[in-house]
């Protein structure tokens, strides 16, 4: 009789653990899902989904009893909640000791501080007169955040003067304390993206370049152009060295500031664990993606090659917007650059909501600016509509750039 394979069950049923199921396929692994909802992203990609709420732990429980390892779509599920879920024996990867560093904004700078890895400058505060004292002491402005359940620029208010931390009261009813940091000049957003198992192997890719608009994810450039080779080298380490420091298990991305002339280039912004829209590229433009290499990992297997494929990978995001129906601009999309690799994740369509992403890879010769067109220039037809000339566009692609 053979042995069968494992079962991975996920937490959250976004956008992340819809496209751990083909990676799953592939290695001939069996991924559930424990849903919010049953329209939500993951759901049409696994047989089995049931709905269930994270915040329960009858739910968690009834969920994690037929699995072999517990991991997440998000960071949200309660710490107190997996402990529980641990002592009686579940596999849960990454651990609540490691994830809390992801939920926990003050528990993750106090982490980094404590691993002598560069930080920018900052205070837990109670109250707004501490608010404004930490302002007055570094400067104006400042960064004002909650140190749970932020992300995509939500929970973050910058204050310019002490007048601004003073309409910062109902932030300190709700939660209590909050993070103040400095606001960091930098020249541009990084991500180093790793994979830890829980024997101890790490592996990661190389340095991007993120490109933010509105406080959301909306380009990567993969690698960093014109990065320094000894920052790239300092972040990948300092990221590795968080994961093993933190005991990490399965993807970890460290968001990073470029800081040119402070400390080894680079600042630690925000920690994720698990696989992050900066990994994205991977799908198509690494040996190995980050939702094959997260299985990999929290099931204990030899991690893969990050290899870029190409000279260059772009991803793109595209948010909801016109369009409200996707598939109809496929085809004038797919034909524009049949090198364009489109990706949605079957969510309905909402303005500014995260709904797909198209990647690029280029080769010898190509270069970043012109693929970013050219990625762009295909998430722009799906969010927007095919417009009447785009297929007869797509004509004027030539064989070179198809392989660029």
């Not at 528990?107 to 109250?127: E, I, K, Q």
């Amino acid at each position: 009789m053979g042995v069968s394979f494992p079962v991975i069950g996920v937490v959250g049923g976004g956008q992340l653990a819809r496209m751990m199921a083909p990676a799953a396929t592939a290695l001939g692994l069996e991924l559930r899902i424990l849903a919010e909802a049953e329209d939500v992203s993951a759901v049409p990609a696994v047989p089995q989904a049931p709905v269930g709420d994270y915040r329960s732990l009858d739910d968690l429980r009834a969920f994690a009893a037929g699995v072999d390892v517990l991991t997440f779509d998000h960071e949200h599920v309660p710490t107190e909640h997996l402990l529980e879920l641990m002592a009686e024996g579940v596999n849960v990867q990454p651990g609540p000791e490691a994830l809390v560093h992801a939920q926990d904004k003050l528990r993750m700078r106090a982490a980094v501080d404590a691993m002598g890895l560069p930080n920018p400058r900052w205070r837990a505060v109670h109250h707004v007169d501490e608010l404004i004292d930490f302002g007055a002491e570094i400067g104006w402005p400042i960064v004002l955040k909650t140190p749970r359940g932020g992300y995509d620029g939500k929970g973050v208010r910058v204050l310019r003067s002490p007048a601004d931390a003073q309409e910062c009261d109902d932030w300190f009813g709700t939660m209590s304390p909050l993070l103040a940091e400095e606001m960091v000049e930098f020249s541009r957003e990084l991500s180093a993206l790793v994979a830890r198992t829980p024997s101890g192997e790490s592996r990661a890719w190389p340095v991007v370049h993120t490109i933010q608009v509105a406080g959301v994810c909306d380009e990567v450039i993969a690698p960093a152009p014109e990065l320094d080779p000894a920052v790239a080298q300092a972040a990948q380490q300092a990221a590795v060295r968080i994961a093993e420091t933190l005991g990490v298990t399965g993807v970890m991305a460290a968001e990073l500031f470029e800081t040119p002339g402070r400390g080894p280039g680079f600042l630690i912004n925000e920690l994720a664990m698990r696989p992050h829209n900066t990994g994205h590229w991977t799908q198509d433009g690494s040996v190995t993606s980050q939702f094959e290499q997260h299985l990999r990992a929290v099931l204990d297997l030899p991690l893969g090659a990050t290899d870029v494929l190409g000279t260059w990978a772009i991803m793109k995001n595209y948010l909801g917007g016109a369009n409200q129906d996707l598939y109809s601009a496929f085809p004038a999309a797919l034909a524009a650059d049949p090198a364009v690799k489109v990706h949605a994740y079957g969510k309905s369509v909402r303005p500014g909501r995260k709904i797909g992403h198209v990647n690029l890879v280029g080769g010898p010769g190509s270069d970043p600016e012109s693929l970013r067109a050219r990625a762009s220039r295909v998430a722009g037809i799906v969010r927007d509509g095919a417009p009447a000339a785009a297929l007869n566009d797509g004509a004027a692609v030539t064989e070179s750039e198809e392989k660029a």
